[in-house]
């Protein structure tokens, strides 16, 4: 659970790196374009405005000089629409840049000055006629003009240019700046992905070499359990064989009723051993994969027939009604033997739990393709608890009797699994239960050829 955590940790912060660092790339280049954007439209409009200022200027300037020299009226008139334009540009300047305040007022200055002695001289340039008269005021006054509203107009736009500079420059440092924080947030990335690494392969390592000693050890455990089986089927049912030939010839010769119970007790106690040793093997050979089943055609009638006869004598001694009904015609595809085997367990089970008076039915009948056999019994009933673990290997109920290894209902459900079928059971408290398992039913009988 430690490891867990520090790995969910881990990789929660490597996501949370990896999340920021994609945030500070994005806002990062959001901001640097956008910053360029902004200041690349505003250079543009704001040289074009310029441009058009200069524009604007210069024909002032050329209609200025067209007037003086001619002195016409079309050239005033051409003088003062250019002038008019001129003011109609500078006020959008104005307008568009109002943090340069300072550059357009000289701008405007050196602009009304210039304009302002144009006026004049064409005022003198009427009252003389004659343009040389005017040419000193022209070189003196006029000219240094032009050249203050030109220097104006070249420092504005020097001005424009540092702003688009400066901005630029901005805007590449943040972007440096940006590329840095992704540089070592990925860094960082990479060293947690390094680290969560190292982490899960050493966790990791040390699971294996658990697993392999837990592997190891159960490898240990059951070839121990299988060498325990082996004595027990080898050194144990002769012996077992032989005390149970003995008791029943003793119990047959001896004629002393004092003893009669006892040799019947040894006999008794004998063929319980050879059970219980059958059913380790069973269990031995099932969890293997080593039970051979010889399949063949069985009739129900019969295999149900067998199993009642086992019982009966028990039965009538115990005071419990044993019927067993068979559905007429109907046959399954099993091992007849290992079949018997399950019904005979299922009914000791019954016989174990069912108190005197009762009753147990044995019944078997077609379902669909498969055949359902069922031994319902009049017994107390399962609690709800206890169903879910039935057929467990080992498992014993609270109420079970003692002597048992709790492997009979484990080896009928393996044995019916066997066969392709399913065994399950229903019972409810103070009713008695019922345990039911399926076969594949068996086609009709061939032909004789």
Known sequence: MEFRRQLVLGHSALLLVTLITAAVAAVALRISSARLESVSRDLVADMFAVQRLQLRAEQVVATSRGYLLTGEARSRDHFDGAT????????????????????????DRAANGYVALA????HEREATGDPRDILPFFEQDLAPARDRFEAALTAFADREQAAFDGAASSAHRLAARAQLTVLATTALSIALAIALAVLSSRRLASQYARSRAAAETARRATAARDELVAVVSHDLRNPLATITMGADLLHELDGNPRSRPHVAAIGNAARQMQHLIEQLLDAARLEHGTLELALARCEVGDVLGAAHSLFQVRAVEAGVV??????????????RERVVQVLSNLIANALK????????????G???????????????????????????????????PRGGLGLGLYICKQLVAAHGGELG??????EGSTFWFTLPAAGPPSKPT
Do not use: H, M, N
């Not at 006026?119 to 064409?122: H, I, S, T, V």
């Not at 044993?322 to 091992?335: M, Q």
């Not at 739990?353 to 078997?364: M, W, Y």
């Not at 359902?372 to 498992?395: N, S």
């Open 366 to 400: 077609r379902d669909g393709p498969r055949v359902r056999f069922e031994v319902t019994d009049t017994g107390p009933g399962i609690a709800d608890d206890q169903i879910a673990r039935l057929f467990e290997r080992y498992w014993k109920g609270r109420s079970s």
């Open 119 to 122: 006026r004049r001289a064409a």
């Open 322 to 335: 044993l019927t067993a009904t068979a559905e007429p015609g109907v046959a399954v595809t099993a091992d």
């Open 425 to 430: 059971v229903r019972s409810r408290l103070g």
């Open 84 to 107: 008019r334009a001129f003011g109609e540009a500078l006020a959008e300047v104005d307008r568009r840049r109002g943090d340069l305040g300072g550059e357009v007022a000289a701008i």
């Open 353 to 364: 739990f069912t108190p005197r008076g009762g009753r147990i039915a044995v019944t078997a």
